[in-house]
């Protein structure tokens, strides 16, 4: 199994900047087959060190991962994020 985490933070980390891209990670659930599980959530410490939203994806393989990336369903989701997002990070390992 695969577990891809990504970090964001957002050039404008509103309440509602925030929500809007929750809402855009989930609303991949259920529509990707590949993905097996997505989690993502804003962060509420708001601490110096804190990123403002997290993605926690699930994949079997390395190669569904891979495929995720340029999956139809994702690709809006990508692009929508890329308008909001000041800097992001990632960690991707087999579990």
């Known amino acids: 199994m695969i577990k891809h985490i990504v970090m964001y933070k957002l050039k404008n980390p509103s309440m509602d900047n925030c929500k809007a891209m929750v809402e855009k990670f989930m609303s991949m659930q259920g529509k990707i087959d590949i993905l097996k599980s ?51 990070h990632s960690v991707d390992y087999e579990f």
């Open 38 to 88: 997505v989690q993502a959530g804003s962060d509420f410490v708001k601490s110096a060190r804190s990123f403002d939203v997290c993605l926690e994806c699930v994949f079997e393989t390395r190669e569904d991962m891979e495929a995720y990336q340029v999956h139809p369903v994702h690709i809006p989701v990508k692009e929508f994020v890329s308008g909001l997002v000041k800097k992001s």
